[in-house]
Nanobody, 115 residues
Framework: QVQLVESGGGLVQPGGSLRLSCAAS????????MAWYRQAPGKQREFVAS???????NYADSVKGRFTISRDNAKNTVYLQTNSLKPEDTSVYYC?????????WGQGTQVTVSS
């Protein structure tokens, strides 16, 4: 059974940081491209960042220079370091694993940026 379990979300003040984690099980993690998406209330889910099986990263323009995605294949875990957080970063953050045609989602972790 495939599971993607996100953690690390919470309430943070503007300018603060959070490190999100996504622990995967039931897949050969090193083969999968991993990504983070987010969805704010009333909005569509949007791409945040991705990292290929070979370690190539890609970011949405809105988070470039503030967020960093990384992976630890030994721990079957992908991370999203979020810095200089803004109120508009408030969303549920979802982990995604893709190895075409296989595609899996986690249940999400809430990030709220507010003073």
């Amino acid at each position: 059974q495939v599971q993607l379990v996100e953690s690390g979300g919470g309430l943070v003040q503007p300018g603060g940081s959070l490190r999100l984690s996504c622990a995967a099980s039931g897949i050969t993690f090193s083969l999968y491209a991993m990504a983070w998406y987010r969805q704010a209330p009333g909005k569509q889910r949007e791409f945040v960042a991705s990292i290929s099986s070979g370690g190539i990263t890609n970011y949405a323009d809105s988070v470039k220079g503030r967020f960093t995605i990384s992976r630890d294949n030994a721990k079957n875990t992908v991370y999203l370091q979020t810095n200089s957080l803004k109120p508009e970063d408030t969303s549920v953050y979802y982990c995604n694993a893709n190895y075409h045609p296989l595609n899996y989602w986690g249940q999400g972790t809430q990030v709220t940026v507010s003073s």
